[in-house]
């Protein structure tokens, strides 16, 4: 069965305090895999798609990369702004463009 | 910038009302979505469309129904509200083509409160 787990549920960090998050994944096959940012009472929005073991994508202060069997997050020197709810879902392939998600990871940055 | 409308934002209402859910978009996408979300928890697909006239089930089990009458409009409905309806209910979008892994938009959703 098709299944994404991520870790931590939640994290905190001070300003500045680098780090990572950690989506792990099981799917037949990849057809891709999304990171997006959820702010409260917004819906999920696109940051980034990896399609295939070694690749990397950066925006800003954030940097995604995928192996066969997971993706991480980095987030480099966050600040206050980038606290949100950090989700990652698959597609695998077959089938129509299902999105399986992950139950996101919180990010909390203090000052 | 993805533009893709959901109205209303936030929902009250009875058990037994029927309820629709508007979802818009203007970049002409051919495919899109209905997912549920509750608090911290997954999304999960109830409703997808690959285009005009075509609609399908997801893996989530929901009472609601969708159309597609034009590219640009996908709403759901509930023809009876119940309390086991309480969700956030969002809309999403995205491109055919190009290997049909493109990401999808979403909108901001509604809120949904069944009393």
């Known amino acids: 069965e098709d299944q994404v787990t991520q870790s931590p549920e939640a994290l905190r960090l001070q300003e500045g305090e680098s780090s990572s998050l950690n989506c792990s994944y099981t799917v037949s096959g990849l057809r891709g895999l999304f990171w997006y940012r959820q702010d409260p009472g917004k819906g999920p929005e696109f940051l980034f798609t990896l399609y295939s073991a070694g690749e990397e994508k950066e925006k800003e202060r954030l940097k995604a990369t995928l192996t066969k069997k997971e993706s991480f997050l980095h987030i480099t020197a966050p600040k206050p702004e980038d606290s949100a709810t950090y989700l990652c879902?698959?597609?695998?392939?077959?089938?129509?463009?299902?999105?399986?998600f992950g139950a996101g990871t919180r990010l909390a940055v203090h000052p | 910038e993805a533009d893709i409308y959901q109205t209303p934002r936030y929902l009250v209402i009875g058990t037994g009302k029927k309820i629709t859910l508007e979802c818009s978009q203007t970049?002409?996408?051919?495919?899109m979505y209905w997912y549920q979300q509750d608090p911290g928890m997954e999304l999960h697909l109830i409703h997808y469309s690959y285009g005009v006239n075509s609609t399908e089930k997801g893996d989530l089990s929901s009472e609601s129904t969708v159309s597609r009458i034009r590219t640009e409009h996908f709403p759901l409905t509930l023809e009876s509200a119940r309390p086991s309806h309480t969700s956030q209910y969002l809309c999403?979008?995205?491109?055919?083509?190009?290997?049909?892994?493109?990401?999808?938009?979403f909108g901001d959703g509604t809120r949904l409160s069944i009393l």
């Open positions: 970049m002409g996408h051919d495919k």
């Open positions: 879902a698959v597609q695998a392939t077959g089938g129509y463009n299902k999105l399986i």
């Open positions: 999403a979008s995205s491109e055919s083509g190009r290997g049909d892994n493109q990401p999808q938009h």
